[in-house]
């Protein structure tokens, strides 16, 4: 059972445009809600993370839309640019359950110059 | 500043061979963790641990067994290979509970 779900699964997007990739989830335990960006053949790279306690966080072009009401959270990315080409993966965890976390199945984004 | 490294990067095993993946981080973080990616799946959750000397099973430790015998390090051995295991392995760190990860960069695996 696919604990946090991620969509769309590609995304082509033109240059200065805005990305939005969406998650959903089911257990209200969850209290932390981190973005990594990953490159092919690197690791996954913290983006941005949020907190159930605020609606939005943002830093520079990316920011983090949350809805503790109806479970979901959103990345938004704006004025995408070619370098933001990448696979996305929302992720979600609980202190409660050791600090695991719970990935989205990813999105690939690919910005058209 | 070499964050979190994982040795080897790329490795072909036949079926039923064994091996350990080797993760070390020099963040003194408390918590690691492997994750196997898969396409389509995500990042899926193996094994962790919580500190030196715990090890506790994740979403899928079927054929797989770790030790953290030391704080920086965080062994994942596959005791005898199959081709399900085909992946690429992430290890992870983090300072504590509520903290994001960091990643190592990777160990593809081949089991033919």
């Known amino acids: 059972q696919q604990q946090v779900k991620q969509s769309p699964q590609s995304l082509i997007v033109q240059k200065g445009g805005i990305s939005i990739i969406n998650c959903a989830y089911e257990?209200?335990?969850?209290?932390?809600f981190p973005w990594y960006q990953q490159f092919p053949g690197k690791g996954p790279a913290l983006l941005i993370a949020?907190?159930?306690?605020?609606s939005e966080k943002k830093e520079g072009r990316f920011t983090i839309s949350f809805n503790k009401s109806a479970k979901q959270f959103s990345l938004h990315i704006m004025d995408s640019q070619p370098g933001d080409s990448a696979t996305y993966f929302c992720?979600?965890?609980?202190?409660?359950?050791?600090?695991?976390?719970?990935f989205g199945t990813g999105t690939s984004l690919t910005v058209i110059p | 500043n070499a964050g979190v490294t994982q040795t080897p990067k790329f490795r072909v095993l036949k079926t039923g061979q064994s091996m350990t993946l080797l993760c070390a981080q020099d963040?003194?973080?408390?918590?690691m963790y492997w994750y196997r990616q898969d396409p389509g799946m995500g990042l899926r959750l193996i094994h962790y641990?919580?500190?030196?000397?715990?090890?506790a099973k994740g979403e899928v430790p079927d054929g797989y067994n770790v030790s953290r015998l030391k704080k920086q390090n965080f062994l994942l051995g596959l005791e005898s290979a199959a081709p399900s295991q085909t992946s690429v392995y992430f290890c992870?760190?983090?300072?504590?509970?509520?903290?994001?990860?960091?990643f190592g960069s990777g160990t593809r695996l081949t089991v033919v």
């Open positions: 641990s919580v500190g030196e000397g715990t090890t």
């Open positions: 949020i907190r159930p306690d605020v």
């Open positions: 963040m003194n973080h408390e918590y």
């Open positions: 992720a979600a965890s609980s202190m409660e359950s050791g600090n695991q976390f719970y």
């Open positions: 992870a760190s983090s300072l504590a509970g509520g903290y994001g990860y960091t």
């Open positions: 257990n209200t335990a969850f209290d932390y």
